[in-house]
């Protein structure tokens, strides 16, 4: 017997017998048909090359070995099945192309040619070992990792049949011979696999897989299968030339094979045509990597969670953040100031700015609506056109990395500010849509409970309006009791009954008015009469005014003649309300200072007090919040129209507190430019003319 007919028949027997074994142990290996049917279609090839038959027609042969492996391995994918995608509909039209081809040409219906034998010999051995190492890739890379170990030796096996073929065919091709060498351990190669099947079917007898298809998974798949196409027609090529070159062909065709190479190589490491092909193949073939209905209950879940309404900004935050695994971030909406303030913030404490509505930083995420990298905006700002630098505040942050737009409506409402991801991620194209819908998601929550709070405002105000027509009523009542009372005074002043009886009435209206404005707290606003007011002198009628309070407040530091343009009794009213909300909190042995001062173009009211504190939440959600108060009888009204007033007035109030230790308020004010025009009421003139 020759060499080959020992190398063959050593592979025949070895496929033989795992078949026979595969057989008897078919009720508990689930994919044993498949690879039962393999090992025949390997056997009779191995049967056929042994004899040594000439006649045989090797090429259906060599097909029918092959497709036997590519049907075990479509079994394994679970790409059989209907829902399986178009895998099995391809490699089964290609191998009944290339039957249909060979049966024809033992038929005797067509001829020999170079074109035919191109089809049918060499080149598309290539192309079948091309399609069993992407089916071979697939399988190995999708198998979840934990279960690897159960197929690793007969991918191994496998790998090395099908990377044997596809060197002997290629090395065919372009020498136009197979290397007797080659073909005669072929199938002793053959034979060395099946140790490998047996050993993986013994440790994963269902020869069952999950699949995890990725991203990368399918980016290798499609790039090994591009370069084996563009092998293949590349090898197609150089027959041609080395066919047609004469004297020179051999040299031509190993120029241009490579120079093939060198292209393949340039275009395998080209940056921009693996980055098109990363977006291609995941727009349009991937399955995703995130489960979407998982990810978007937990979204969903997080944003309701609670009470409603209560810590929704921080919810908000810490749901976007979840889905990409960043550990911290903060909340940017528009505030009171015409401008994007830092609201929240999530395990990012240090997050702080302010951010104009017009600024070309908002105008950017408002229009494009575009996550932001910082990372990648360092690297690559014209991959952000329109837009060009950050904010200072933003890059001050240490943490900050990813800014994702909130917009609702086509309207931006603020923005999310992220920390690096845990995983390491890489804003792709998932990752950005993802991001902006979950943005685009908050973002109508985050309406919904500002549209809610603004109607509880309102809702506030309707009810207090109500109050005050019953209010009104009330005084219209006891202002025409007094003027009836006024009327009977001219004839009966003499009258002793008359007399106490006046007193009495008038006692009871001036109960009645004291419940009145203990209730209401507020009457309506007086018209402005803004003009040049000296603030000393509003800080002397407070401090007149309080001079029977209990701690009394005291004057320190006082610059003269700073002069605002203000209406004087509601400035006072501002000043005079700020001072009791000191005294209140302080004991009766506590101290309560005021104080004004010029810096730069502002004057600054600073009313300080050591009483019981405020807290920083307090502060930011409940202080200036109209109908919020700490006290039994208050209305929260004074410090909301405090704020308001100061505001209208072009200045600010900023508060620093400490519980426990005490609190500070300054009332900023812009100073008049013109000091000619003074308010005869600033001054002592007011307390001498009624």
């Given at each position: 017997m020759t060499?080959v007919?020992?190398?063959?028949?050593?592979?025949?027997?070895?496929?033989?017998?795992l078949?026979?074994?595969?057989w008897?142990?078919?009720?508990?290996?689930?994919?044993?048909?498949?690879?039962i049917?393999a090992?025949i279609?390997?056997?009779?090839?191995?049967l056929?090359?042994?004899?040594?038959?000439a006649?045989?027609?090797?090429?259906?042969?060599?097909?029918?070995?092959?497709?036997?492996?590519?049907?075990?391995l479509?079994?394994?994918?679970n790409?059989?099945?209907?829902?399986?995608?178009r895998?099995?509909?391809?490699?089964?039209?290609y191998?009944?192309?290339?039957?249909?081809?060979?049966?024809?040409?033992?038929?005797?219906?067509?001829?020999?040619?170079?074109?035919?034998?191109?089809?049918l010999?060499?080149?598309?051995?290539l192309m079948?070992?091309?399609?069993?190492?992407?089916?071979?890739?697939?399988?190995?890379?999708?198998?979840?990792?934990?279960?690897?170990w159960?197929?690793?030796?007969?991918?191994?096996?496998l790998?090395g049949l099908f990377v044997?073929?596809?060197?002997m065919?290629?090395?065919?091709?372009?020498?136009?011979?197979?290397d007797?060498?080659?073909?005669?351990?072929?199938?002793?190669?053959?034979?060395?696999?099946?140790?490998?099947?047996?050993?993986?079917?013994?440790?994963n007898?269902?020869l069952?897989?999950?699949?995890?298809?990725?991203?990368?998974?399918?980016?290798?798949?499609?790039?090994?299968?591009a370069?084996?196409i563009?092998?293949?027609?590349?090898?197609?090529?150089?027959y041609?030339?080395r066919?047609?070159?004469g004297?020179?062909?051999?040299?031509?065709?190993?120029?241009?094979?490579?120079?093939?190479?060198?292209?393949?190589?340039?275009?395998?490491?080209?940056?921009?045509?693996?980055?098109?092909m990363?977006?291609?193949?995941?727009?349009?073939?991937?399955?995703?990597?995130?489960?979407?209905?998982?990810?978007?209950l937990?979204?969903?879940?997080?944003?309701?969670?609670?009470?409603?309404?209560?810590?929704?900004r921080?919810?908000?935050?810490?749901?976007?953040?979840?889905?990409?695994?960043?550990?911290?971030?903060?909340?940017?909406?528009?505030?009171e100031k015409?401008?994007y303030?830092?609201?929240?913030?999530?395990?990012?404490?240090?997050?702080s700015?302010?951010?104009?509505?017009?600024?070309?930083?908002?105008?950017?995420?408002?229009?494009?609506?575009w996550?932001?990298?910082?990372?990648?905006?360092?690297?690559?700002p014209?991959?952000?056109?329109?837009?060009p630098?950050?904010?200072?505040?933003?890059?001050?942050?240490?943490?900050?990395?990813?800014?994702?737009?909130?917009?609702?409506?086509?309207?931006?409402?603020?923005?999310?500010?992220?920390?690096?991801?845990?995983?390491?991620?890489?804003l792709?194209?998932?990752?950005?849509?993802?991001?902006?819908?979950a943005?685009?998601?908050?973002?109508?929550?985050?309406?919904?409970?500002?549209?809610?709070?603004?109607?509880?405002?309102?809702?506030?105000?309707?009810?207090?309006?109500?109050?005050?027509?019953?209010?009104?009523h009330?005084?219209?009542?006891v202002?025409?009791?007094?003027?009836l009372?006024?009327?009977?005074?001219?004839?009966?002043?003499?009258?002793?009954?008359?007399?106490e009886?006046?007193?009495e009435t008038?006692?009871?209206?001036?109960?009645?008015?004291?419940?009145?404005?203990?209730?209401?707290?507020?009457?309506a606003?007086?018209?402005?009469?803004p003009?040049?007011v000296?603030?000393?002198?509003?800080?002397?009628?407070?401090?007149?005014?309080?001079?029977?309070?209990?701690?009394?407040?005291?004057?320190?530091e006082?610059?003269?003649?700073?002069?605002?343009h203000a209406?004087?009794?509601r400035?006072?009213?501002?000043?005079?309300?700020?001072?009791?909300?000191?005294?209140?909190?302080?004991?009766?042995?506590?101290?309560?200072?005021?104080?004004?001062s010029?810096?730069?173009?502002?004057?600054?009211?600073?009313?300080?007090?050591?009483?019981?504190?405020?807290?920083?939440?307090?502060?930011?959600e409940?202080?200036?919040?109209?109908?919020e108060?700490?006290?039994?009888?208050?209305?929260?009204i004074?410090?909301?129209?405090?704020?308001?007033?100061?505001?209208?007035?072009?200045?600010?109030i900023?508060v620093?507190s400490?519980?426990?230790?005490?609190?500070?308020?300054?009332?900023?004010?812009?100073?008049?430019?013109?000091?000619k025009?003074?308010?005869?009421?600033?001054?002592e003139?007011?307390?001498?003319?009624?």
């Amino acid at each position: 017997m020759t060499t080959v007919g020992i190398s063959y028949g050593i592979a025949a027997s070895a496929y033989g017998l795992l078949g026979l074994w595969l057989w008897r142990r078919r009720g508990s290996v689930k994919s044993s048909p498949a690879l039962i049917v393999a090992c025949i279609t390997t056997m009779i090839w191995a049967l056929a090359y042994a004899s040594g038959h000439a006649g045989l027609p090797f090429g259906m042969i060599e097909l029918q070995r092959n497709a036997g492996w590519f049907f075990f391995l479509l079994t394994l994918l679970n790409l059989v099945r209907r829902d399986g995608g178009r895998w099995p509909v391809y490699i089964f039209a290609y191998c009944l192309v290339v039957l249909a081809l060979h049966l024809l040409l033992l038929l005797g219906w067509i001829r020999p040619s170079g074109v035919l034998l191109l089809l049918l010999g060499p080149p598309a051995a290539l192309m079948q070992m091309v399609l069993a190492m992407l089916l071979l890739e697939q399988l190995y890379r999708n198998t979840q990792p934990d279960q690897r170990w159960g197929i690793k030796f007969m991918c191994l096996g496998l790998l090395g049949l099908f990377v044997f073929d596809f060197y002997m065919f290629a090395e065919a091709v372009l020498f136009n011979s197979v290397d007797p060498a080659l073909f005669q351990a072929r199938g002793l190669i053959n034979a060395l696999a099946v140790p490998l099947i047996a050993w993986s079917v013994s440790r994963n007898p269902g020869l069952v897989v999950r699949l995890s298809m990725s991203r990368r998974a399918l980016f290798h798949s499609a790039s090994l299968l591009a370069a084996g196409i563009y092998l293949l027609l590349m090898a197609a090529a150089g027959y041609y030339i080395r066919y047609f070159g004469g004297d020179w062909g051999g040299i031509f065709q190993t120029v241009f094979l490579f120079g093939a190479a060198l292209i393949l190589v340039l275009v395998m490491f080209s940056g921009t045509m693996r980055a098109y092909m990363r977006v291609f193949l995941s727009k349009h073939f991937f399955a995703y990597r995130y489960d979407y209905r998982e990810e978007w209950l937990r979204f969903t879940r997080s944003l309701s969670e609670g009470e409603p309404g209560v810590h929704l900004r921080e919810h908000t935050i810490r749901a976007i953040a979840t889905l990409v695994e960043c550990p911290a971030g903060a909340l940017w909406l528009r505030g009171e100031k015409q401008a994007y303030e830092c609201v929240a913030h999530w395990n990012m404490s240090s997050a702080s700015g302010v951010e104009a509505l017009d600024s070309l930083f908002c105008l950017f995420l408002e229009k494009k609506e575009w996550v932001i990298d910082i990372e990648e905006f360092d690297r690559l700002p014209e991959s952000y056109g329109g837009l060009p630098a950050l904010p200072e505040w933003l890059l001050a942050i240490p943490a900050a990395r990813y800014v994702v737009p909130l917009v609702l409506h086509d309207r931006l409402i603020g923005w999310v500010l992220l920390s690096s991801s845990r995983a390491n991620l890489q804003l792709n194209w998932e990752v950005n849509d993802l991001l902006k819908t979950a943005g685009r998601q908050a973002a109508g929550y985050l309406a919904q409970l500002e549209a809610a709070e603004a109607l509880l405002v309102a809702r506030q105000f309707e009810s207090f309006n109500r109050m005050s027509a019953f209010v009104i009523h009330d005084l219209k009542n006891v202002v025409a009791q007094l003027s009836l009372l006024l009327a009977n005074a001219a004839r009966h002043k003499n009258n002793p009954a008359f007399q106490e009886d006046m007193l009495e009435t008038i006692g009871h209206a001036i109960d009645k008015m004291n419940r009145l404005l203990m209730q209401l707290r507020k009457g309506a606003q007086p018209i402005d009469a803004p003009q040049g007011v000296a603030l000393d002198v509003i800080l002397a009628r407070v401090l007149e005014a309080k001079e029977l309070a209990m701690p009394r407040p005291v004057l320190g530091e006082c610059e003269k003649d700073l002069l605002v343009h203000a209406d004087s009794d509601r400035l006072e009213r501002v000043v005079g309300h700020l001072v009791q909300n000191a005294v209140d909190a302080c004991s009766s042995s506590g101290h309560v200072t005021l104080a004004l001062s010029r810096t730069g173009g502002a004057a600054e009211i600073r009313v300080v007090d050591d009483g019981v504190g405020m807290s920083e939440q307090f502060i930011r959600e409940r202080l200036f919040r109209p109908f919020e108060s700490t006290k039994n009888m208050g209305m929260g009204i004074g410090t909301y129209e405090s704020r308001e007033y100061v505001r209208q007035l072009g200045g600010e109030i900023l508060v620093e507190s400490r519980e426990g230790v005490g609190t500070s308020f300054v009332v900023r004010l812009p100073l008049q430019q013109n000091s000619k025009s003074i308010s005869p009421a600033s001054g002592e003139d007011k307390r001498n003319n009624p």
